[in-house]
């Protein structure tokens, strides 16, 4: 759910790191992403970019996209350690399980409600923030890009019935709400790392994947999924972060 007011919210955040004061000296901000090129999140990324630099107080960016520089997990550890300076990434949860509280199965219902809880200010917000703050994480956005659906290589069975084995193996991501969640609904759940998605299904490692929406899905793998399926039981709400530590070291 791409719309002007979240990414201009999330562009407003990121400004704020050029309009404090002017640099002294040129300095490089490495930005990540993990979506393809041609998806809108890494068109809004190039745009944070072109932002930043435009800004005229000695600040560039270069943007890797598709998990050029990992994935999401290991990215979102360079951003604690500084190596990596922004990122528009999936927040994962192996350094506080508290932080799946962003991929509760029905969370909202719509996207008014949506729009309300991944706003800053809001309860959930601030609790997440907190979160990624203690581990030396800025939040700077959350982006709602859509309801989750399940994308699949190969016929199954009973896809409208709760509980019924499906008959399919299905990507997971490592995130425990996601594999109860895919579990419940009667998919047999692997956990694969994003970055290794597209040749899992390829090869017929995995049958299919959860975690990623419709726009997703026809970006990156509309030429070997077969069916998407669009339960809507998770939202896609990935986050602008940047490292404290490249924050607290610009002037």
Known sequence: MFT???????VGALMAV?????????????ISGQHATD??????????????????????????????????SLVYEDIIRGTVDI????????????????FFPFLVSDYDEMRRIYS??????????????????????IVPEGFIGVALTKPAEALFEAGT??????RVPPIDTFSTGASAMGFRGTTIAYADLYPALQTGVADG??????????????????????YRAYVEAT?????????DGLD
């Not at 050029?18 to 490495?30: F, V």
């Not at 975690?211 to 669009?230: C, E, K, M, Q, V």
């Open 18 to 30: 050029a309009a404090a004061t002017p640099t002294l000296a040129e300095t490089s901000l490495t």
């Open 87 to 102: 990122a528009h990434l999936s927040v994962p949860s192996q350094l506080d399980p508290n932080l799946e509280s962003n």
């Open 39 to 72: 998806h809108p999140a890494t068109i809004a990324l190039n745009g944070v970019a072109e932002a930043i630099e435009g800004a005229g107080v000695d600040l560039t960016a270069r943007v890797f996209p598709s998990n050029q520089l990992g994935d999401y």
């Open 239 to 247: 986050a602008y972060v940047m490292s404290q530590e490249t924050w």
């Open 209 to 230: 994947w959860i975690g990623g929406t419709a726009a997703l899905n026809y970006t990156g793998f509309r030429d070997i999924i077969t069916d998407f399926i669009p």
């Open 165 to 170: 084995d499906k008959g399919v193996l299905i």
């Open 120 to 141: 800053p200010g809001s309860c959930f917000y601030n609790a997440y923030a907190e979160m990624q703050a203690n581990l030396g994480v800025r939040l700077m956005g």
């Open 4 to 10: 002007r007011n979240t990414l201009s919210l999330a």
